[in-house]
Structure formats: structure tokens, C-alpha cells
């Protein structure tokens, strides 16, 4: 089992910074993949950014690429995401996700291949 645990959500104004924090404890070796998601009120949840555990490797959606960066410290467990230039279709629950297997960057998007996902986050920009 892995549990996920984020923080660093809050309100921010349009043109504005936050970083979010996913720590991972218990059978962290078995994370290939981390990633993080999020889903506003009355839609469905979307797929933000993944990277891999132990390379390189780093994925985006369109929407978020050059605004957003991910990046991860295995020392400390934990997933980064760095969110600038946010604007009010920003806000969402954001979600930390991690799966063991390995897959094409395209099906990383699909938020039914992840096992494990912590309890999410608010973000919320203002206009």
C-alpha cells in the first residue's frame, strides 16, 4: 500500500504562484509513476502532469505546459508541482495520483490506470 498526502493548495490571485507537495510513505518502491490530476466543481477529472519515480521522464496536458512544472525529491518521498501564471480556470481540486506500472505517456492521462491517489487539495484563483 502507498499513501499520499497533499498540501500547498490555497487562494491565489490571477497571474499567481502556488506549489503543491504530495509526500508518499509506506511501499514507495513500487511507484513507477507519479502524477497529479484535478477536477473542478460539475466536471470531470482531468489529467494535469506525470513523472517517473526514478528518471527523467516528465508529461503535460496542453493546457498547463510552460505554466506548470513537476519535478520530485526521492529522497524526501515527495512530488512537486509548481503551478505559475495560474488563472481562475486553474481552480480545482487538485489530486496526487501513483501507479506501479509502466505505460505509453498518452495512457498516463487516463486517471483508471493510477492505484493510489491522496485526498486532494484546493486551489482556488481569483479574477
Known amino acids: 500500500q502507498v499513501h499520499l498526502v497533499e498540501s500547498g493548495g490555497g487562494l491565489v490571485q490571477a497571474g499567481g504562484s502556488l506549489r503543491l507537495s504530495c509526500a508518499a510513505s509506506g511501499q514507495t518502491f513500487s511507484i513507477n509513476t507519479m502524477g497529479w490530476f484535478r477536477q473542478a466543481p460539475g466536471k470531470d477529472r482531468e489529467f494535469v502532469a506525470t513523472?517517473?519515480?526514478?528518471?527523467?521522464?516528465?508529461y503535460y496536458a496542453d493546457s498547463v505546459k510552460g505554466r506548470f512544472a513537476i519535478s520530485r525529491d526521492n529522497a524526501k518521498n515527495t512530488v512537486y508541482l509548481q503551478m505559475n501564471s495560474l488563472n481562475p480556470e486553474d481552480t480545482a481540486v487538485y489530486y496526487c495520483?501513483?501507479?506501479?506500472?509502466?505505460?505509453?505517456?498518452?495512457?498516463?492521462?487516463?486517471?483508471?490506470?493510477?492505484?493510489?491517489w491522496g485526498q486532494g487539495t484546493q486551489v482556488t484563483v481569483s479574477s
Open positions: 513523472i517517473n519515480w526514478s528518471g527523467p521522464n516528465t
Open positions: 495520483a501513483a501507479t506501479g506500472a509502466v505505460f505509453a505517456p498518452a495512457t498516463l492521462e487516463r486517471a483508471q490506470i493510477y492505484d493510489y
